[in-house]
């Protein structure tokens, strides 16, 4: 082995270690049968849980590591008790409806093999996002497929200004290396960052801009 590849060798170990204690100190995760594997900065997450939470949980613990520039989950969520789809599909109608900011008059819902689909339409993306976290807390999902578009009506310029905005006003996150173009509610976002977690607060940032209907993150991790 060179010294290059014992480098990358030495950093995919202290990644591997990393992880593990991260996903030890996520609260939502019980399961003990999660299988870790680092390669070249890649996580790839195996095994199984109970609950869609959990294997979210697992996913954000290794995303929030140094080093990490990609996370592949292929985790399997195995409910403890096997539930409907008619009993999934009534709980998470009541969750959508109980919730204030949800639409969910302009939203439908199927359910299949425990697989939640989100669909309609809605104003703000934080709509979108709490109708999805809200589906993914009840038992018995395996996973949400989030199909709910967002309505335009701010001009790119607007969009574009609002999200830089947004940067700033976030903390961690260097901005220098990036560029945002806006295009018919479509936003791209280019350059660098140090982390997956720099990568993933930019996103987060720019879908709090109104009329954001889809972002797309080519943003290079460069620890």
Not at 131 to 149: K, L, P, W
Not at 192 to 204: D, G, L, M, Y
Request: aromatic share 4%; glycine share 6%.
């Amino acid at each position: 082995m060179n010294m290059a590849n014992d480098t990358l060798a030495k950093r995919d170990d202290r990644i591997l270690e990393d992880v593990m204690h991260g996903i030890e100190f996520q609260p939502e995760v019980k399961s003990k049968d999660v299988r870790v594997k680092v390669m070249n900065g890649t996580v790839v997450l195996t095994g199984f849980v109970h609950t869609y939470l959990e294997k979210l949980a697992v996913e954000r613990a290794a995303k929030a590591v140094y080093g990490v520039i990609c996370v592949i989950n292929d985790i399997e969520v195995k409910p403890n008790s096997e539930r409907t789809d008619p009993e999934i599909a009534r709980d998470v109608a009541v969750r959508l409806q109980l919730h204030a900011s949800i639409p969910n008059e302009k939203l439908t819902m199927t359910v299949r093999d425990g697989l939640v689909i989100l669909e309609g339409a809605v104003c703000w993306n934080f709509q979108r996002v709490d109708a999805e976290r809200e589906a993914q807390s009840v038992a018995g999902v395996r996973g949400v497929e989030n199909r709910i578009a967002i309505l335009p009506g701010v001009s790119p310029q607007e969009v574009e200004k609002k999200i830089e905005q947004s940067w700033k006003r976030t903390n961690n996150l260097d901005t220098r290396g990036i560029t945002v173009i806006a295009n018919n509610g479509w936003v791209s976002l280019y350059g660098h960052v140090h982390s997956w977690n720099e990568k993933e607060q930019a996103e987060k940032a720019a879908w709090q801009a109104p009329g954001v209907q889809q972002v797309t993150n080519l943003l290079v991790i460069n620890p």
